[in-house]
Nanobody
Framework: QVQLVESGGGLVQAGDSLRVSCAASGRTSTTNGMGWFRQGPGKDREFVAAIRWSGSRPYYADFVKGRFTISGDNTKKLMSLQMNSLKPEDTAVYYC?????????????????WGQGTQVTVSS
């Protein structure tokens, strides 16, 4: 099993920046990559960004390109999401997820382990 713990959420104003992090523990050697998803009020959980532990290029949803940056530390098993130029529509619970195969990355079904989520609220 792999345990994921998110941190760093909070309340910010539009245009501000925020960094959320995810610490992985347990059998992390069985995973090949990690990702961030988010779920806004009344919405489905959606893909935000993902990265392979091996350090290949990151993947982003179109709506965060140029604003969010995902990074991963394979040694520390720590993943972060730097979010800049935040908008009220970025308000959501942000979830960290880990994938064993990492053959698919955009769907909730592509991930095997999930954190509890951290709330990000952006006020206008």
């Amino acid at each position: 099993q792999v345990q994921l713990v998110e941190s760093g959420g909070g309340l910010v104003q539009a245009g501000d920046s925020l960094r959320v992090s995810c610490a992985a523990s347990g059998r992390t050697s069985t995973t090949n990559g990690m990702g961030w998803f988010r779920q806004g009020p009344g919405k489905d959980r959606e893909f935000v960004a993902a990265i392979r532990w091996s350090g290949s290029r990151p993947y982003y949803a179109d709506f965060v390109k140029g604003r969010f940056t995902i990074s991963g530390d394979n040694t520390k098993k720590l993943m972060s999401l730097q979010m800049n130029s935040l908008k009220p529509e970025d308000t959501a619970v942000y979830y960290c997820a880990a994938s064993r195969s990492f053959t698919g990355i955009y769907s909730v079904k592509d991930y095997d382990y999930w954190g509890q989520g951290t709330q990000v609220t952006v006020s206008s």
